[in-house]
């Protein structure tokens, strides 16, 4: 499974992990993997530790899920990044609009 | 494989020798009358006898002729009986040979009867005798394999477990198992992002059967930690694997736990342990991590939950793990330690280099009782763990080559280039460690010549949030209807500069990439940036529509 969603602690976390190659293949399902935040309004994590490739349609797909998602969540992480995944976020400045752990 | 073989209980006969003396002579013909075939008669005076090394024996003489030295040797690998005369059987002839030198002595007169009794009794004490002998080559025959497989398996073990992180700077352990065999395990391993994890089980029983269970747990363990693995995916294998190898009485209870590289992040999943603690260096015990699940291999993989739970930790805090062998710790006053007791033992000794008090109060608690369940505790600080990531080998040797991809509407329709060409260059020296860089510039310039040069998509559509997946359905469509047009990728690295260089050209007649600056929060229009930030000498040729760049590893 590419995309594996999860909520924990009583449903105030949402994890949201992609594995291997994150882009416009996983469309439809990173957005219903969303789709359902529940009323507790959570913290979303998005799990990149096993996320090898992505590319700008992924970064697109982030900030559409930002938009989205509004104020139904308390915020977004973007957690557990390689080095070179990490980078690649911060040439994009995503620092300023998502927490990058 | 040697197996042990059993000797036969010997069938040999009952030997009846006879001295010189006439009374020897008469004895021996009245015992023939008996008719017990098992008997033998031989003769001292015939020189077959001295080699004679019968298990059984009677030794008939007259006692003023009884030589104790052939009585002596009969009977040091015999069972061997005596028969003197009554007439001259005063005490002092015969005490010397009774218990010491033979099995037992038999005055003559005496009705053939009781003789044929004591005859039949003597073989029967020969024959325990031999079986009791059998049964103690038996089983130190046992005892030695089993000793000896207990080294294989140790040695397994050893290895098995060899790459375990006890040594790791911020946990301290005290592990003490009943018998050779921990039914407990308490794995550590760092992960590839600077992040540890952490696993403590405890198999149902102790000893060598649930330790064999440790053996696929810690595999497991070990190679999805280097993967880096999420919790709830390891926990998911782990009762897969478990479910499937344990019996259905044995199952293994388990709490796995990861922090993150900055020692801040908790995830953790708890099937049957006893709640880990979490406590700040004060003493306060400040969160207990209460088992939420049922332990691994109990339920099959759809009743299975992997659900997790996160905190963050403190500054200063450290987390406890430990088996319900150290609450049920078996006191010196045959009361429990339970768990209350731990919880004031860590609150009197909350810091790390007081460890070594916490060991010494569960010493003296249990005092000189004997364990009766394997004993595990770990304290885990919850510390930057200061491992950093996995830096992949460098590589010293690069190969330089030249690489030329010419696709066509079959090929665009059918596999996903990008991935491929990362495939094969992912496994070229110096190339792996960029390989998550590379896969991005080049899906970007694959991407910009496929959908605009050769599917005339126009970027804006992406603007909200619906028009950015019919973008990419659009991509679909068209992608479907394309019969014309070519996409070329060449690719060349040369070591000496330690430089890729990339172009992409496109048959097409679409936009020509637009790379003005635009707002952070728009969701199209970046890859371009992306390009421009990332690589060198980025130029576009609009004669013939290819876009070219450098990048330096």
Known sequence: ??????????????????????????????????????????????????????????????????????????????????????SILDISRFDKLFVIE | MDIYIEPPIDKAPTWVISDDSSFAQNVADKLQQLGLNHLKFVSLKNSNAAAVRPPIVWLISAANLVDIRVAEQLASDSATGLLITEAQAKTETWQPFANKVVNDVLLWPEPLGLVRMRIELLRRLYEVDSQVDAMRRSLAWHKARVEREHQLVEHIFQNALSRNYLDYEFVRTYLTPVSKFNGDLCLISPGPLGNIYMLMADFTGHGLAPATGALPLSQAFFAMADRGVSVAEMVTEFNYRMNRLLPNDMFCAAILLELSANGERVTYWNGGMPPALLFNDAGEILKRLNPSHMALGVVDDEEFDSRVTTFRAPKDSSIALFTDGVTELLGHQHQFLGSEALEVLLSKHPKADEFPKIVEALEGFRGETPLHDDLSLAILQCHPTGLGAVQPEADIYGLPFEMKVELTPEHLKTVDPVSHILAALSQLPFLRRHRTTIYLFLAEAFNNALEHGLLGLDSSLKQDVEGFAQYYQLRHERLAEL??????????????????????????????????????????GRGLDLLRQMTSDLRWDQTNREVSFNYRL
């Not at chain 2, 890729?500 to 199209?524: M, P, R």
């Open chain 1, 1 to 86: 499974m590419p995309l594996h969603r999860q909520f924990a602690n009583d449903g105030k976390e949402l994890i949201i992990a992609i594995k291997g190659k994150f882009d416009f293949g996983l469309v439809q399902e990173f957005r219903q993997a969303y789709g359902d935040v529940g009323d507790q309004q959570p913290t979303v994590f998005i799990d990149l530790r096993e996320t090898e490739y992505l590319d700008s349609s992924a970064l697109g797909m982030l900030l559409n899920m930002r938009k989205s998602l509004g104020k139904t969540v308390k915020a977004i992480h973007i957690i557990n990044c390689r080095p070179e995944v990490r």
């Open chain 2, 483 to 524: 019969n014309q047009g070519q996409i070329t990728i060449r690719i060349a690295f040369a070591t000496e500069q330690r430089q890729l260089q990339v172009s992409v050209a496109d048959s097409g007649h679409g936009f020509a990439a637009t790379t003005n600056k635009h707002d952070l929060t728009k969701s199209y």
